[in-house]
């Protein structure tokens, strides 16, 4: 089930706690020694951080697909991703923050600059006034000399919020390559707790045996699936690579936004519950899709008239985790936070350098 450690950083209490959550998160990954030890440093650091500059903020710990080249090699081995989130004062040099021996606080200036050594990736972006988030992933170290399936010209990312810091989310997302097909999915269990995790766990399930389903195909698959459950909203998006096509199809409230250039349109729904009440008729949308295109799907829990992030600029060119959580972050503060089990992920191509 969708295991989210959320820990809020008021005071240096909760720096402990930070760790712990990290290195749970790593034995639930299957990570050894040396790879538990690096993410326990990384969120002790991300969390000291959070104190130092920007007077407190949260922890985000799960464990999650790898954010390229789903399927081709079999089932991709997890990562624990760590985002920390603040609406602090922001930085007005990331690239020089990322650096050993930089600081404004009088300290030695090693924390990011460790959480970059030690992870496997790590990502910043930072806007002043508006906080910052920082990123970092670490998996088990894995041989590198492999072929690359043509599914690493995109990559998709996400954050997940459990509601009231329970210990599981009604919500989660994953993605599944197979052939020329990338398959995006977002599941809204109904409720909260166990119960709807369960609901979302099995779709998550379900998609990775299904891969090669279309958006329809996939949740009519799924209906019967969460039977028994208490069934979910569940949003599928479809890349074919080579056709340079996207296709969706969606029943209940998760939405979906894609951005086409400067502009940004919805992608609807049916209304329904899959596994409970699933409409007659699951029609798709298709558009096409390139290099100026990035796909938002989100839970209920996002605020209805949240902002997309910016059609241009570093922040679309980045992660998709990161673009995620700064989605997350912008949309609600440390006075309003979010209202229900949140997730938000996201489909982008992928950077030339991306390996």
């Not at 240096?12 to 040396?34: F, I, K, P, Q, W």
């Not at 985002?83 to 690239?95: E, F, L, S, Y």
Request: glycine share 10%; net charge neutral.
């Amino acid at each position: 089930m969708p295991r989210v450690w959320e820990v809020p950083v008021p005071d240096s209490t909760r720096v402990r706690d930070a760790r712990v959550a990290a290195e749970d998160a790593a034995a639930l990954a299957g990570l050894g020694e040396s790879r538990t030890a690096a993410a326990a440093l990384v969120a002790t650091e991300l969390a000291t951080n959070l104190l130092k500059y920007a007077e407190g903020g949260r922890l985000l710990i799960e464990v999650v697909p790898p954010p390229s080249a789903p399927g081709g090699h079999g089932d991709p081995a997890p990562v624990v991703q760590i985002a920390a989130v603040d609406h602090g004062p922001g930085m007005a040099d990331v690239a020089a923050a990322r650096r050993d021996g930089f600081s404004t606080s009088g300290s030695l200036g090693a924390g990011l600059g460790a959480c970059h050594r030690v992870a496997d990736e790590f990502h910043l972006h930072s806007a002043p006034g508006r906080g910052t988030v920082a990123l970092a992933r670490v998996g088990a170290a894995v041989p590198r000399a492999v072929a690359v399936p043509r599914s690493a010209a995109v990559w998709a990312g996400g954050v997940t919020i459990p509601f009231a810091a329970a210990e599981y989310s009604g919500d989660a997302w994953s993605w599944a390559g197979a052939e020329d097909r990338v398959t995006l999915m977002l599941a809204d269990g109904l409720g909260h707790g166990r119960e709807a995790a369960r609901a979302s766990s099995a779709a998550v399930e379900t998609l990775r045996r299904s891969a090669r389903l279309t958006p329809a195909e996939l949740l009519r698959r799924l209906d019967t699936a969460l039977r028994g459950t208490r069934g979910a909203a569940v949003a599928v998006a479809q890349l074919d690579l080579r056709a340079g096509r996207l296709r969706f199809a969606g029943i209940g409230n998760v939405g979906a936004r894609l951005r086409e250039g400067g502009t940004w349109r919805h992608l609807l729904s049916r209304p329904g519950i899959v596994g409970v009440h699933r409409p007659t008729t699951l029609p798709e949308t298709e558009v096409p899709w390139g290099a100026d295109r990035l796909l938002v799907l989100h839970s209920d829990g996002l605020p209805s008239r949240w902002a997309p992030p910016g059609a241009a600029g570093p922040l679309t060119a980045t992660d998709p985790a990161v673009t995620a959580a700064v989605t997350v972050r912008d949309a609600s503060s440390s006075a309003r936070p979010v209202r229900d089990d949140t997730t938000v992920a996201v489909l982008t191509p992928a950077p030339p350098d991306r390996p």
